[in-house]
């Protein structure tokens, strides 16, 4: 199975830059896609950016464009967010997600794979 591990999470001054990163281990080849989510207490979880296995076709939310750039190593171990121009609305935890093909006795099935986060507060 697929584990995932974030880090770089910290405290950072609106105006500032921050790169998360997310550890990749196990069966790294049946995951399709990836992506990065925030949560905050008073909100939904939300779709940060996300990116594509092949071709690394990438995706983002409409409040990080422009500011946020999501990303994946060569050798597929590691999922980036590198994140510029930060202000107090982006303060969450961020949390690094993978979709995976898994298989059982009855076929093939979408896994959805979460990692426990990492606390990003943006603040003077």
């Known amino acids: 199975q697929v584990q995932l591990l974030e880090s770089g999470g910290g405290l950072v001054q609106p105006g500032g830059s921050l790169r998360l990163s997310c550890i990749i281990s196990?069966?790294?080849?049946?995951?399709?896609?990836m992506a990065w989510y925030r949560q905050t207490p008073g909100k939904q979880r939300e779709l940060v950016a996300d990116?594509?296995?092949?071709?690394?076709?990438?995706n983002y939310a409409d409040f990080v464009k422009g500011r946020f750039t999501i990303s994946r190593n060569n050798n597929k171990n590691t999922l980036y967010l590198q994140m510029n121009s930060l202000n107090p609305e982006d303060t969450a935890v961020y949390l690094c997600?993978?979709?995976?093909?898994?298989?059982?006795?009855?076929?093939?099935?979408?896994?959805?794979?979460w990692g426990q986060g990492t606390e990003v507060t943006v603040s003077s």
């Open positions: 196990g069966n790294i080849g049946s995951i399709y896609s």
């Open positions: 990116i594509t296995s092949v071709g690394s076709s990438t």
């Open positions: 997600n993978a979709e995976a093909v898994g298989t059982d006795t009855q076929g093939y099935r979408k896994l959805d794979i």
